[in-house]
C-alpha cells in the first residue's frame, strides 16, 4: 500500500488503529490502485548506517 502526502508517494502498511496521517490521507494499493479505508502507518524504510 502506498500514499501520496504533498506529491510524495509514502510506503504504508496497516495499522491497528487511526494515527493522524492515516485519518487525513487515503492508501491505496500498489497493485491495483484500489483504496483502502483502514488505518494504516507510514513504512519506515530508512536504513541509516551508525
Not at 494515527?19 to 497493485?31: E, F, I
Request: proline residues 8%; hydrophobic residues 40%.
Amino acid at each position: 500500500m502506498a500514499t501520496v502526502i504533498e506529491g510524495t508517494a509514502h510506503l504504508v502498511v496497516p495499522a491497528p488503529a487511526q494515527t493522524p496521517a492515516s485519518a487525513l490521507y487515503l492508501a491505496r494499493c500498489t497493485g491495483c490502485s484500489a483504496a483502502d479505508t483502514g488505518p494504516w502507518k507510514q513504512l519506515n524504510t530508512s536504513s541509516r548506517a551508525a
